[in-house]
């Protein structure tokens, strides 16, 4: 049972905001955690810091007009939700893809807030993208968009969110279905609109400002979280079986961090279906799907014959035994039958890699059975911390080499893990780090938004 504070403030969002059920799964998430914390604070709630939290501080909703390949005029929604400002400019990627709506990008909005608080970084949070289909063209059924359209897509795009961004504003990067190519053709326009050459996007390629390791952070902070959480118990990756969703960015790269660290990865998944491969993915096959997916960008049944493929399958009941789960797909992938499943055959840590991939009830049950548990916000946060530490580099002028920013993302997953693990101790939670997460991203914003005052 939540406090009275809580109970006011959920039943207000949901009036409020009916109709976004993402949303409002993420607002619960968050909120029925933060009792121990409001109680022990109580300038929080006389400073309305949870009213004002789940508004987002501006909403931009644009027309995308753009011109196919066919010459025909098309016309998508654009939007930019720009969360809370608080700790640092706004930050978080930008999604494309048919699903994208008000509730999605609300959702993601909110969970960047928690997320980039607790990379020690200052940043602040945002989300925001299209409900584009870079994967179906719009004039031939079964072909995706072109080159050239993806890029008249991007630079309509960015004609317009130019106006609402900059690199002391807002600094977006890529997240589903918008990766190197996507950045490359939105930077483009932006410095060609400013005349300035600026750190605006993150994710940037390594010619023009980009930092590496950023297109590895994501999957392998991951697992880098994930062998933080096994050393509380004195256990390591070495051996472990791993089932992991989603072939696309994070997926691929935390694939590749396992197997590197001597686990077994036995799938890999996208909309055609999953992969799963009874002896482990090598290198070799992990490669051949990053290649797949970013250059051929094809689908995962094209690889079929290098283990057994099942159409149409999420990677959850296919294994006879498991030790770890790396969901890296979407949100709500996982459900309260698929954790049943993975808890009776074995599992004891689930690493989110995605954001919000497990639904209330499936988090329910791995909590139930100790299982490790990392919730998004915390363990994909190396993503959106190496973008900050492209923009220090942009703004310095310096590039850092591979080994400088891998040991920064593994001491920065390090304190996210320890910051999250400590505070779910404090308040009488050991071991869960969706109370732990929630708390300690929510205490600095919290108290940035106090200091200074009401706006
Ligand atoms: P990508 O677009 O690179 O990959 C997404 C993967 O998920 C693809 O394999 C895609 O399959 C699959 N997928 C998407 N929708 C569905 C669906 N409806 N059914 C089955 N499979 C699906 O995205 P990312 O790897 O960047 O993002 C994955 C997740 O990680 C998202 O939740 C994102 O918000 C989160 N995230 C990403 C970060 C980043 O730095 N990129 C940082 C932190 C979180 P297909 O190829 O067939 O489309
Ligand atoms: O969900 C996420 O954290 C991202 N898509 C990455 C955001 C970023 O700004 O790097």
Known sequence: MSSKYVNEVLADVRAKNADQSEFLQAVEEVLMTLDPVLKANPQYEEAAILERLVVPERILIFRVPWIDDKGKVRVNKGYRVQFNSAIGPYKGGLRFDPTVNLSILKFLGFEQVFKNSLTTLPMGGAKGGANFN??????????????????????????????????????????????????GYLFGQYKRIANEWTGVLTGKGLAFGGSLIRPEAT?????????????????????????????????????????????????????????????????????????????????????AKAGKFFKGANPWQI??????????????????????YLVKHGVILVGEGANMPSTPDAIETFLKAKVLFSPGKASNAGGVATSGLEMSQNSERMTWSSEQVDAKLKGIMKAIHDNAYEAAAKYGKKGNYVVGANIAGFVKVADAMVAQGIV
Do not use: W
Request: net charge neutral; with cysteine; glycine share 10%.
């Open 219 to 303: 999957g392998y902070g991951d697992v880098y979280f994930a062998e933080n959480m096994l050393a509380t118990r004195k256990d390591t990756l070495e051996g472990k079986v791993c089932a992991i969703s989603g072939s696309g960015n994070v997926a691929s790269f935390a694939a590749q961090k396992l197997v590197r660290l001597g686990a077994k990865v036995v799938t890999l998944s996208d909309r055609s279906g999953t992969l799963y491969v009874k002896d482990g993915y090598t290198e070799k096959l992990i490669e051949a799907v990053m290649n797949l997916k970013t250059v051929k960008r094809g689908e995962l049944s094209e690889l």
């Open 319 to 340: 294994a006879d035994k498991l030790d770890c789960a790396f969901p890296c797909s979407r949100q709500n992938e996982l459900d309260g039958k698929d954790a049943a």
């Open 134 to 183: 870079p994967k179906q063209s719009p004039h031939t059924p079964g072909k995706r968009c072109s080159d050239s359209e993806v890029m008249r897509f991007c630079q309509s795009f960015m004609t317009e969110l130019f106006h609402h961004i900059g690199p002391n504003t807002d600094v977006p990067a890529g997240d589903m279905n918008v990766g190197g190519r996507e950045i």
